[in-house]
């Protein structure tokens, strides 16, 4: 393969494009956050590398203008705005940094599990308080996940929640791919995600935003759960109806919830997950661990060395499927 083009729609002062330095000698690099520049440079584009983690404004204004582009990388493991027309209309290869993000989010999900079977908000609020008052506890063994979403997330968390002595429940798209998973005691089909939460102490929403997980853990679902279950949502906001989950912690139908991820963000200042006693968010902060960036980029430049080899691309998206 001869001299490959690539075009990064990012700040070129982005620290994390240093390890751009890495790819094979002769690559021709340019990182710009400039549309103009980056429109004329789109036309010698072999492949674009969206760095913008969260924003392909500029990949989509770019992308129309890529006349040969052969391959298209997004450091963000969500491709729910990524999926233009043009882009879904295009033969083009899209890959995404699944994976890159599966270790925090699943220890994130058990720690919240364990903040809530330990009441931590309250011993801290007692502290604060110098307060001296005993309360009985939970615990996670002999609980039960149920994960909506087994892929890489999903799969992490169970991976850190079984050996905490938990039943493990998950609901996928096909769930003939889990079985003999050793990690899971049942898998549903999404219509049975209803039986699945009802049976579920802590829910996990680990699924991509697509048109069939929209509003997924909805009225229904959240009616059925067990009035002691948490929520905890580390896939995408608008999977879960926001509108139904508020009642549903507003009137105690539910024991709580946690979110990393919401429908709108930034959240708006006055949204009731503020206030609400039962809740607690991070702002969509969780996987930003230590070298987070340096390791999407990383699975970034594995991918790179495929291509110039000719080899099958890492995380090819199924962009009809949306994921």
């Not at 008052?133 to 929640?161: K, Q």
């Not at 909805?218 to 509108?243: F, H, L, T």
């Amino acid at each position: 393969m001869g001299v490959l083009t690539l075009l990064v729609t990012a700040n070129p002062a982005a620290p994390h494009l240093k390890s751009l330095a890495q790819l094979p000698g002769g690559t021709r690099i340019m990182v710009s956050d400039d549309l103009d520049r980056l429109r004329e440079a789109a036309r010698d584009a072999d492949v674009i590398l969206n760095a913008e983690f969260r924003d392909p404004t500029l990949l989509l204004a770019t992308f129309p203008y890529a006349a040969r582009v052969r391959w298209v990388h997004s450091l963000s493991a969500g491709v729910e705005l990524l999926l233009s027309p043009e882009i879904l209309a295009s033969p083009v290869p899209l890959t995404n940094g699944r994976g890159v993000y599966r270790r925090p989010l699943g220890e994130w999900a058990v720690a919240v599990m364990l903040h809530f079977a330990y009441d931590l908000r309250r011993m801290i609020r007692q502290q604060e308080a110098h307060c001296w008052e005993p309360f009985e506890t939970d615990e996670l063994h002999g609980r039960t996940l149920g994960i909506v979403g087994y892929g890489g997330i999903g799969s992490a968390a169970a991976e850190r929640a079984r050996p905490f002595g938990m039943r493990i429940l998950a609901v996928r798209r096909k769930p003939e791919l889990s079985a003999g998973d050793p990690l899971l005691d049942a898998t549903y089909p999404p219509e049975r995600i209803t039986d699945m939460v009802a049976a579920s102490d802590y829910v996990l929403v680990a699924a991509p935003l697509t048109s069939e997980t929209r509003g997924m853990v909805g009225e229904e679902q959240i009616a059925a759960m067990k009035p002691a279950a948490v929520i905890i949502n580390v896939g995408r906001g608008p999977v879960v109806d926001e509108a139904a989950l508020i009642r549903a912690l507003e009137s105690r139908k539910i024991r709580g919830a946690a979110m990393d991820v919401f429908d709108t963000e930034p959240l708006p200042a006055g949204h009731p997950f503020y206030r609400l006693p039962n809740v607690l968010m991070s702002p969509h902060t969780v996987d930003h661990g230590p070298g987070w960036r340096e390791r999407a980029l990383s699975c970034f430049l594995e991918n790179f060395a495929r291509f110039t080899k000719g080899e099958p691309l890492l995380n090819i998206v199924d962009k009809h499927a949306g994921y």
